[in-house]
């Protein structure tokens, strides 16, 4: 139950999976050493008792996963509209309650647009014409030292891809000043995986991304773009490259992307106006 001023939540579970597991293998020398891998789920989401998808996950946040999954396709307007959210390992599976239903389910899943993303692999088509409805807070910047900041916090941060590899990561860092702090970060067998989990926190804590910086390990391809401009997030920094649809859509929708970002390397592709170097 919620409490009388406390800001609404869903009931949830939390059923996160451990994120690594331990095997055998042979190294180059011949010797037998115990190795983390990566964990990975399926974990079908059912709506309504009425089945949406199958997405193969780390299972570390299934709860914010299935709640951004919906908030990032459109499929739910506001936190208020989930009842509940009860993840279930032994049948691998996630149902969701929600107050009203899914508006026209039929007609919003029937457009789909392939994606090069990796998890999902689909975007539903109407989010490609609502992109002209996005709009980014026009004041924010980011300055290099913040750069660096986030650069050097991701690098001594410790992740799952440091002890097993095999997954993609994302985070959510405040801006202010010179400074930069990781409020959170996700790792997944896919990087759409993280970012809707970060999606589903965002929802859940109530933080607004206008002050914030969303950092990626993946591509920036028009999925990830739309995704984050979709949270109100101005900044898109990743330590890989970009797509020519990623390129273009941050520039229509006024978002300053950042690639091939590490140590004291990067380069800034869109946005300058908003980079205080």
């Known amino acids: 139950m919620n409490a009388p001023d406390a800001p609404y939540r869903p009931v949830l579970t939390d059923a ?17 050493r115990t ?37 990032n396709q459109r499929l739910v307007d506001r936190i208020e509209d989930i009842v509940s959210v009860q993840v279930d390992w032994d049948t691998n599976a996630v149902a969701i309650v929600t107050r009203g239903g899914l508006k026209d389910l039929e007609g919003r899943t029937a457009k789909r647009t392939k994606t090069t993303g990796c998890g999902q692999g689909t975007v539903f088509g109407d989010l490609m ?45 405040t801006n202010a000043g010179d400074a930069s702090e990781i409020l959170m970060f996700v790792e997944d067998v896919g990087r759409h995986n ?6 589903g926190r965002m929802w859940l804590d109530r933080l607004d991304g206008g002050d914030k910086v969303f950092y990626t390990t993946g591509r920036l391809t028009s999925e990830m773009v739309i995704k984050c401009a979709q949270m109100g997030i101005p900044f898109l920094v990743s330590r890989s490259g970009l797509t020519q649809m990623g390129h273009d859509i941050a520039k229509k929708v006024g978002m300053t992307m950042i690639g091939r970002a590490t140590n004291r390397h990067f380069l800034l592709f869109t946005g300058a106006e908003r980079f205080v170097a």
């Open 194 to 199: 993280a970012v809707d989990a970060i999606a």
């Open 129 to 173: 014409d609502e992109i002209d409805r996005l709009s980014l807070p026009a004041g924010a910047t980011l300055t290099r030292a913040a750069l660096y900041d986030l650069l050097d916090r991701v690098r001594l941060h410790e992740t799952i891809y440091k002890q097993s590899g095999a997954v993609h990561g994302c985070g959510l860092a």
């Open 35 to 71: 190795v983390p891998i990566a964990g990975e789920h399926p974990l079908t989401l059912y709506v309504d008792k009425r089945e949406l998808l199958t997405i193969m996950t780390l299972g570390a946040a299934p709860e914010a996963l299935a709640i951004g999954y919906l908030r």
């Open 16 to 32: 996160a999976r451990p994120s690594t597991f331990e095997v055998e293998a042979i190294d180059e020398h011949g010797e037998r």
